[in-house]
């Protein structure tokens, strides 16, 4: 090394442990406090929601609402129906949103059919639920003439869809390319290679994207009104109106009998902690994937 050249790190040596001017100081922490602040201010609305329901709902909450319907002031039909619909919606949308990833991440990249598909799925995340819902109306509902557990999981179907896509063609553009060059250097064919190897490394993530688009299916409430109604009693068949939480919020919200007010904030706080609960489960993978 030649003694301009250890002249020259020195000098960078003393610029990088020099403190930082009194200006940029004084902006930095600014920008940081205001930083806090804002965040702060957008907590607000969430934590003062999150203490509404939990101090409304958590009084009333007894452990016969769970195996009672709701014209027995429970909502242990309303937790049988989203469940119903939200697992057909995932029988659906799974396979056929993750397959729909492996084609764009794999397969389509860079083609018309790859970009349309792209186009498509990312429109779709934008569509308002109850558009969605109008349509599985008349997909289902009008053709069958009946309001139906199936309708209401095909339009949770729809709303599923293009998440579980997107995120199935992000996870598997963070698997490394030298990932794929090393399986195909130890001899495996592409499809060995994307799905034994590509795949198999993206699962956590993929994983994510699905409970992710299941939390937000299991919140809808649009849809499920135009395609699968209320029930008050249990439902003996997913080819007819089937109860969910979040309708019967929406039903019962105005009655003036105390005890389904009092069945309402119960029935959003189990709703919440549902989807919390889901969203726990989507950052414990999220968690294993960085390990």
């Known amino acids: 090394m030649t003694s301009q050249e250890s002249e020259i790190n020195k000098s960078i040596a003393a610029e990088i442990h020099s403190p930082l001017p009194p200006v940029r100081l004084i902006f930095n922490y ?125 339009a949770l179907s729809i709303l599923m869809l293009p998440v579980i896509v997107l995120t199935t063609e992000e996870a598997l553009k963070l698997i490394p390319t030298s990932v794929r060059l090393g399986s195909a250097a130890l001899g495996g064919t592409r499809f060995q290679t994307i799905f034994r190897v590509v795949v198999t490394a993206a699962i956590p993530a993929i994983t994510t994207g699905v409970l992710l688009a299941i939390a937000r299916a299991a919140g809808e409430t649009a849809p499920l009104i135009f395609t699968a109604l209320f029930s008050l009693d249990w439902s003996n068949t997913l080819l007819g109106p089937t109860a969910s939480l979040s309708v019967l919020i929406f039903n019962l919200y105005n009655d003036p009998s105390p005890e389904k007010t009092a069945l309402v904030w119960t029935t959003s706080l189990v709703l919440v902690g549902l989807i919390m609960l889901i969203s726990i489960l989507s950052r414990v993978f999220t968690g294993k994937r960085n390990v």
């Open 30 to 154: 600014g920008m940081t406090v205001t930083a806090f602040f804002l965040s702060a201010l957008a907590l607000i609305p969430l934590l003062s929601l999150l203490w509404e329901i939990i101090g409304r709902g958590i009084t009333s909450i007894k452990p016969s609402m769970f195996v009672t319907s709701v014209i027995y002031d429970g909502f242990g039909n309303a937790i049988l129906g989203t469940l119903e619909m939200v697992a057909i919606a995932a029988l659906f949308s799974v396979p056929t949103g993750v397959m729909t990833g492996i084609f764009l991440s794999e397969i389509g990249k860079g083609n018309r059919i790859g970009r349309a598909v792209r186009f498509v799925a990312s429109i779709l995340t934008g569509v308002p639920s109850i558009v969605v819902g109008i349509f599985a109306y008349a997909v289902i509902v009008v053709v069958t003439k009946q309001f139906s557990a199936i309708a209401g999981g095909f």
